[in-house]
Each structure stands twice: as structure tokens, then as C-alpha cells.
């Protein structure tokens, strides 16, 4: 039925018309997404209190075009790359389920991705659901889900813990993984001004050695990478006791 439509459209008005008019539809509708999202992210962040989670189509729909900072993208992607097709990946403190879904899922057999925050897990099921995804309400530094996973994400989270904190779930980390498993995740770097990038942090990392030096007594390789942007200095990492990205014997390098 669209085929004929369009063949019809096409006749009467020719393709460059046709075109030219719906990319003015979606123009129009990239813009009024970019201002709701606009409007909803400066409403949410400079209204006390200040919100535990990010809503990241904000990133897509408006602060990517404005900032032109890859952040959202860099994340979902270094996050992916450890993955193996099929795995079995556990994902910590997932917030609005954005990377989950858009990322993750796409190369996971199944995916448990859990946070905290009751209304942060009921946006992720109604925006970011898909069928090898479930997610769930659990505090981590109580509990974690049991199983045998193959990855475990633990993004943007682990400044939130003191060290007594991070020290249990990184114990539960390591029981849960399999024998090659990877931990993902990443980290901002807290500026020498001593102000704090988020008001729930609980510790900061002041450098990749600093957020190396936490791993190393827990796992046999531990490799961290930095991004720098104006406003934000990253911190990436993957922790293993076997091959990890980009290593001489990673399975999906070669190198000269």
C-alpha cells in the first residue's frame, strides 16, 4: 500500500519535491524534540533537588548538537566492546536504561540491569524495554543478582559508594563473573578545584592511575583510558583476569 502511495506522490509531484518536504517535516520535529528535551533537562538539573539519574535522550535530542560532546555515544560503545555475541551481562546501577537498550542489547543473549531508584526503573521499562532485557529494583550495596555472567557493566556509578561499599561489590562483582568475564565502566575525573561534579558522590578519582590503583588488588589486568572535553574529563575501564580489549590476544585485533 506505501508503495503504491509513494509511486502515485512521486508521479504527480516528482521525488525531489516529495523529499524536500518531508525533511522539512523531520527538521521541524528534530527541533521541537531538541526544545522539549531542552526545557525538561534545565527544569530537572537546576530545580533542587538535584536528581540521582539522567534521562540520556536529553544527549540525543539536545545537548549533542549544543556541546557537541560524543559523551552519550563513547559510553554505549566502549561499554559494548567487551561484549561477546550472546553473552549473559549484568549491568549495575543501569539508571534510565538508555545504554541497556541502545547498546547492550543488540549483542546480549540477556541482560539483568538493575538500580535503586523505583521511579529510574520504571522509566527504563517504559522507554528503554526490549525483550532480552530485565530490569529490576535492587540496592547493590546490599544485594546483587545471583547468576554467572559473562560482563558486567558498572557505569557512572562508582563514585556514589564510600570504600566499604565498593569493597563488597566489587567482591560481589568477582563472584558472579565468569572465569574470562569483563567489568566495564567509567568515571569522571573530579577537577583539582576540589568542587565536586556531582553533589551524591561519595569519593573521587583524580587521575587513570587513581582509578587503576582501585581494581589492581582484584583482578589480574586492569586497563583505564581517558577522553578529555572542555567541560568533562572521562575515565574508562575494563577489568578482567583474562584478555581484555585490545589486548595482543583480544580476538577482535589485529595489529602490526
Given at each position: 500500500?506505501?508503495?503504491?502511495?509513494?509511486?502515485?506522490?512521486?508521479?504527480?509531484?516528482?521525488?525531489?519535491a516529495?523529499?524536500?518536504?518531508?525533511?522539512?517535516?523531520?527538521?521541524?520535529?528534530?527541533?521541537?524534540?531538541?526544545?522539549?528535551?531542552?526545557?525538561?533537562?534545565?527544569?530537572?538539573?537546576?530545580?533542587?533537588?538535584?536528581?540521582?539519574?539522567?534521562?540520556?535522550?536529553?544527549d540525543?535530542?539536545?545537548?549533542?548538537?549544543?556541546?557537541?560532546?560524543?559523551?552519550?555515544?563513547?559510553?554505549?560503545?566502549?561499554?559494548?566492546?567487551?561484549?561477546?555475541?550472546?553473552?549473559?551481562v549484568?549491568?549495575?546501577?543501569?539508571?534510565?536504561?538508555?545504554n541497556?537498550?541502545?547498546?547492550?542489547s543488540?549483542r546480549?543473549?540477556?541482560?539483568?540491569?538493575?538500580?535503586?531508584?523505583?521511579?529510574?526503573?520504571a522509566?527504563a521499562?517504559?522507554?528503554?524495554?526490549?525483550?532480552?532485557?530485565?530490569?529490576?529494583?535492587?540496592?547493590?550495596?546490599?544485594?546483587?543478582?545471583?547468576?554467572?555472567f559473562?560482563?558486567?557493566?558498572?557505569?557512572?556509578?562508582?563514585?556514589?559508594f564510600?570504600?566499604?561499599?565498593?569493597?563488597?561489590i566489587?567482591?560481589?562483582?568477582?563472584?558472579?563473573?565468569?572465569?574470562n568475564?569483563?567489568?566495564?565502566?567509567?568515571?569522571?575525573?573530579?577537577?583539582?578545584?576540589?568542587?565536586?561534579?556531582?553533589?551524591?558522590?561519595?569519593?573521587?578519582?583524580?587521575?587513570?592511575?587513581?582509578?587503576?590503583?582501585?581494581?589492581?588488588?582484584?583482578?589480574?589486568?586492569?586497563?583505564?583510558?581517558e577522553?578529555i572535553?572542555?567541560?568533562?574529563?572521562?575515565?574508562?575501564?575494563?577489568?578482567?583476569?583474562d584478555?581484555?580489549?585490545?589486548?595482543?590476544?583480544w580476538?577482535?585485533?589485529?595489529?602490526?
Open positions: 500500500m506505501i508503495t503504491l502511495v509513494s509511486r502515485f506522490l512521486t508521479k504527480i509531484f516528482g521525488k525531489s516529495i523529499v524536500k518536504f518531508l525533511k522539512m517535516i523531520s527538521w521541524t520535529t528534530r527541533k521541537l524534540a531538541s526544545g522539549a528535551h531542552s526545557v525538561q533537562m534545565k527544569y530537572e538539573w537546576g530545580t533542587p533537588p538535584q536528581p540521582e539519574w539522567y534521562d540520556h535522550y536529553s540525543q535530542f539536545y545537548q549533542f548538537k549544543t556541546t557537541q560532546n560524543p559523551l552519550w555515544v563513547e559510553r554505549g560503545v566502549f561499554g559494548l566492546l567487551p561484549m561477546k555475541q550472546g553473552a549473559n549484568l549491568e549495575l546501577c543501569c539508571g534510565d536504561g538508555y541497556t537498550y541502545h547498546f547492550y543488540i546480549a543473549d540477556k541482560i539483568i540491569a538493575v538500580d535503586y531508584d523505583k521511579e529510574c526503573v522509566h521499562k517504559k522507554y528503554n524495554q526490549a525483550k532480552n532485557i530485565v530490569f529490576e529494583l535492587c540496592d547493590i550495596r546490599y544485594q546483587i543478582p545471583q547468576g554467572s559473562d560482563n558486567i557493566v558498572w557505569d557512572a556509578a562508582i563514585a556514589l564510600t570504600e566499604e561499599e565498593s569493597t563488597i566489587i567482591k560481589n562483582i568477582k563472584d558472579r563473573l565468569t572465569p568475564g569483563v567489568l566495564t565502566g567509567y568515571s569522571l575525573v573530579e577537577p583539582m578545584t576540589g568542587k565536586q561534579t556531582s553533589v551524591h558522590n561519595e569519593r573521587v578519582f583524580r587521575s587513570k592511575e587513581d582509578l587503576k590503583r582501585f581494581f589492581e588488588p582484584y583482578f589480574k589486568h586492569v586497563k583505564v583510558f577522553t572535553y572542555p567541560s568533562r574529563h572521562n575515565l574508562y575501564f575494563y577489568a578482567s583476569d584478555v581484555l580489549p585490545f589486548d595482543p590476544e580476538q577482535y585485533l589485529t595489529q602490526k
